[in-house]
């Protein structure tokens, strides 16, 4: 079992940046790939990055690509999620979650994951 806990979200203007990070515990952080999804209310939690155990291999949603940077430091057991150029639209709860494996696979469904975190509040006004 991984415990997650997010934090770094708030309000921003849009076109301003935020850094996420989630902090993990209950077991070896650099065994296990990590995503981040998110949910806007009235909408269904989407996938929006993943990287992978070691870092070397990462993902991410059309709609964040060249935005948007995941990143880990196993030795923080930290996971990282950069955001910039916030747009209204990324306005969403921001959730990290826990792979079983060091690769989730498929990586932009939820089923991969089996460990979530509580989310973090992101607001992006116009």
């Known amino acids: 079992q991984v415990q997650l806990v997010e934090s770094g979200g708030g309000l921003v203007q849009a076109g301003g940046s935020l850094r996420l990070s989630c902090a993990a515990s209950?077991?070896?952080?650099?065994?296990?790939?990590m995503g981040w999804f998110r949910q806007a209310p009235g909408k269904e939690r989407e996938f929006v990055a993943v990287i992978n155990w070691s870092g070397d291999v990462r993902y991410y949603a059309d709609f964040v690509k060249g935005r948007f940077t995941i990143s880990r430091d196993n030795a923080k057991n930290t996971v990282y999620l950069q955001m910039n150029s916030l747009r209204p639209e990324d306005t969403a709860v921001y959730y990290c979650?826990?792979?079983?494996?060091?690769?989730?696979?498929?990586?932009?469904?939820?089923?991969?994951?089996?460990?979530w975190g509580q989310g973090t509040q992101v607001t992006v006004s116009s």
């Open positions: 209950g077991r070896t952080f650099n065994s296990f790939a």
């Open positions: 979650a826990a792979s079983r494996g060091k690769y989730a696979l498929p990586y932009a469904s939820s089923e991969s994951y089996d460990n």
